[in-house]
């Protein structure tokens, strides 16, 4: 069932990218495995798959002792708190999820350590709901200066949710937003899209879609 999803989703991100002029091989898949287990990730990875999402490092720590590990990009996508920074900086290729001055710092630092230069996103909260995590568009020049002084981070670009809702397109101008955003700094890289919304992501330019439920579900 997994290797049916997988190929359906693949198969929808080919016709979005298509239907707005855009490259399918421009958009990389992001499968988050909050809710599947091992031998459903396995599949996935037998399948093709080399991105995985991860919303918590201590999930992350767990798969990556059941599988191999040394073949996948990691990918931290939920909430990050500054207390396991240094677990990500050696687990994550890319943490999408950087919303805070005290974040970046304390991945900079962790970084530092381990002599590497950790990609990261940062995550804008264009709908302004107080439930999401990020920064407000209108600090993210300022935000965006302060990444570009430190020496073992960088900015990839820029990551969104939008709100949650059954009709997709209610999702359009939030990721059009965020592409504004993101070619105002210089920034090459849109991390937005899940399950329910993620063609209409690519239609307005995502690089990176995260998507879970429509791939592990039964």
Known sequence: MVKKNLANVRKRIAE??????????????????KEADAEEIKEAIASGVRDIGENRVKDARLKKELLDSHVLAWHMIGHLQTNKAADAVKMFSIIHSVDSIKSVHAIDSQAKKIRKVQDIMIEVNVSGEG???GIKPEALGNFLEETRSLKHVKALGLMTMAPFTD??????????????????????????????????????????VRVGSAIFKS
Not at 16 to 33: F, Q
Not at 167 to 181: M, N, W
Request: hydrophobic fraction near 40%; aromatic fraction near 6%.
């Open 16 to 33: 979005a990218a298509e239907k707005s002029g855009r490259d399918p091989e421009a958009v990389r898949l992001i499968v988050v495995t």
């Open 131 to 133: 439930s999401k995590f």
């Open 167 to 208: 009709d997709a397109e209610t999702a359009r101008p939030y990721f059009r937003k965020l592409k504004k955003l993101r070619d105002a700094c210089g920034l090459k890289e849109l991390s937005m899209g899940m399950t329910q919304d993620f063609e209409v992501a690519v239609e307005e330019g995502a690089t990176m």
